[in-house]
C-alpha cells in the first residue's frame, strides 16, 4: 500500500512538473532571461515534493538566486524577489544566510527597504531565536533611513533576546537619544558606565552622559531664557537672572561642574566643551 502511495504521488509530482515546465516554456527567454522563475510554486508544496531533500533544494534555488541577481541585464528581475526568498525560507527555515543575502539585495540593489525589513522579519519569525535579524533590521533602520524610531524597536527586540551582542545596548541608547527620549538615553548609558570593566567602553559612556545631560540642560536654560523674554520683552543680561526671577530653581552645570556658555544678545546657549573630546 505504501508503495502504492508512493508511485502515486511521484506521478502527481511529475505531472505538476510538466503542466509546468509547457507554462515555462511559452516565456521567450530573450527577452526575460530566468523569468521561469515565477513559476516554481510555494515552498510549501515545494518542500512536500521533495521527498526529504528541501535542504538541498533550498541550497540549489540560493546558488541560482545568487547568480540571478548577479545579471543585471534583467529590469525586472527584483519584481520576484521576495517570492524567491521566501521559497528558500519554506524550504529550509533554520538556513539563515538568505534571509540576510536577500534583505541585503533588497536594500542594495532593489532599494527597497520595506521589503528588506520583512525578509528580515521572516527571518525572526521562523528563527526566533536569532538576534542577527532584529540587529540588522535596526541597522537599515538607522544608517538608510535615520528612523531612529524604528532602529530602537529592533534593538529592543534584538537586546531581549539570549546571547545579543552587549553593543546592542549602546545602539538602543544613541536611538533614544536621536529621538530626544533623554530619559531612556541616560538611563541606559548610566547602566552601561555602571556595569562595564573596559575602560573604553566607560569612557564613551561618560561622553554619552556628558551629550544627554548637556541636551537636557540646554533645553531647560532655553525654556527659561524664552519666559524671561515673554516677561521683560528682552533676554537676560546673565543666566543667573532666571534663577533670580524664578525661572530656575538652580543654574545647570554639565556633567564636569561647568557652566554652560550664554550669549546674551543672542539667547544662544552652548556647551563648555564638544561632548566627544572630553
Known amino acids: 500500500m505504501k508503495k502504492k502511495l508512493v508511485v502515486f504521488l511521484l506521478i502527481l509530482s511529475c505531472g505538476i512538473f510538466m503542466g509546468l515546465k509547457l507554462q515555462i516554456n511559452k516565456i521567450t527567454r530573450e527577452k526575460i532571461p530566468g523569468s521561469s522563475i515565477i513559476y516554481i510554486p510555494s515552498g510549501k508544496y515545494l518542500k512536500f515534493a521533495s521527498f526529504g531533500y528541501s535542504s538541498f533544494i533550498a541550497d540549489l534555488i540560493y546558488i541560482w538566486a545568487i547568480q540571478y541577481y548577479s545579471n ?39 532599494k527597497d527597504l520595506s521589503l528588506a525589513f520583512k525578509i528580515l522579519d521572516r527571518g525572526l519569525e521562523k528563527n526566533p531565536d536569532q538576534w542577527i535579524f532584529p540587529l540588522q533590521a535596526g541597522h537599515y533602520a538607522q544608517m538608510m533611513t535615520k528612523d531612529y524610531e524604528l532602529a530602537r524597536k529592533y534593538y529592543k527586540k534584538t537586546m531581549e533576546m539570549d546571547g545579543a551582542p552587549v553593543i546592542t545596548r549602546r545602539l538602543y541608547a544613541n536611538a533614544s537619544f536621536k529621538i530626544m527620549d533623554y530619559k531612556t ?3 541606559n ?46 533676554n537676560p543680561t546673565e543666566q543667573a537672572q532666571l534663577v533670580k526671577h524664578g ?21 544662544e546657549i552652548r556647551v563648555p566643551m564638544i561632548w566627544w573630546k572630553r
Open 72 to 110: 543585471y541585464s534583467i529590469p525586472d528581475r527584483y519584481d520576484n524577489l521576495d517570492h524567491i526568498f521566501s521559497i528558500i525560507a519554506e524550504l529550509d527555515h533554520r538556513y539563515l544566510d538568505p534571509y540576510e543575502i536577500g534583505a541585503m539585495i533588497a536594500v542594495y540593489e532593489a
Open 185 to 187: 538615553a541616560w538611563e
Open 189 to 234: 548609558w548610566l547602566e552601561i558606565y555602571q556595569t562595564t570593566d573596559d575602560e573604553r567602553i566607560k569612557k564613551i559612556a561618560s561622553n554619552q552622559l556628558y551629550q544627554v545631560k548637556a541636551a537636557i540642560d540646554v533645553k531647560t536654560i532655553k525654556e527659561a531664557i524664552e519666559k524671561f523674554k515673554e516677561r521683560f520683552g528682552l
Open 247 to 267: 525661572l530656575l530653581d538652580s543654574l545647570p552645570k554639565d556633567l564636569d561642574g561647568k557652566e554652560y556658555i550664554y550669549n546674551s544678545q543672542t539667547g
